[in-house]
T-cell receptor, first 110, second 114 residues
């Protein structure tokens, strides 16, 4: 059974720092991996989608990498800003199912 | 496109009452997912549909929960009778069929059962 783990559960960093969020999954037979952002009381917003054949995707200050063989993905956020404060979730697509980690709650200190 | 639309956004009801949550997926998306989110368990997949057909409902917690998708533009999640432990945020999400598409979420329905 696929399990998705995100460590740490919470993270606080000063504004301007670069940071890395981690995601690991137990079964490498995935179609893709997606990173989401969730603000309090809101739905999930897709940030980046990496297909299983890809190694990374970039959007602005965000860069996501995927290492299928080791079951890991990272989300790199450059030059963090207070507006980046949110919960970040990763999800893997296996067959037709999409399975989520519990997220990392990120707080950027002004 | 208006995105995935869910209603109601908030629902407060008493134990034993029937609750119906509604979802309109993005036009052209053939896969629809219902998730439940709680602090303790995170996001749990309840059921998903491909082309209006339920594919996997193994995540539905009990027989009190049921979901339908009568057409490509509408789905419901019903809880009857509701219990306090059903209190959670229920999300609907849609995706183009094929397994490689991006998943889009609605804003969620926050359910409180007293």
């Amino acid at each position: 059974k696929q399990e998705v783990t995100q460590i740490p559960a919470a993270l606080s960093v000063p504004e301007g720092e670069n940071l890395v969020l981690n995601c690991s999954f137990t079964d490498s037979a995935i179609y893709n991996l997606q990173w989401f952002r969730q603000d309090p009381g809101k739905g999930l917003t897709s940030l980046l989608l990496i297909q299983s054949s890809q190694r990374e995707q970039t959007s602005g200050r965000l860069n996501a990498s995927l290492d299928k063989s080791s079951g890991r993905s990272t989300l790199y956020i450059a030059a963090s800003q207070p507006g980046d404060s949110a919960t970040y979730l990763c999800a893997v697509t296996e067959d037709d199912k999409i399975i989520f980690g519990k997220g990392t709650r990120l707080h950027i200190l002004p | 496109d208006a995105g995935v639309i869910q209603s109601p956004r908030h629902e407060v009801t008493e134990m034993g009452q029937e609750v119906t949550l509604r979802c309109k997926p993005i036009s052209g998306h053939n896969s629809l997912f219902w998730y439940r989110q709680t602090m303790m368990r995170g996001l749990e997949l309840l059921i998903y549909f491909n082309n209006n057909v339920p594919i996997d409902d193994s995540g539905m917690p009990e027989d009190r929960f049921s979901a339908k998708m009568p057409n490509a533009s509408f789905s419901t999640l019903k809880i009857q009778p509701s219990e306090p432990r059903d209190s959670a945020v229920y999300f609907c999400a849609s995706r183009p069929t094929g397994g490689t598409g991006e998943l889009f979420f609605g804003e969620g329905s926050r359910l409180t059962v007293l």
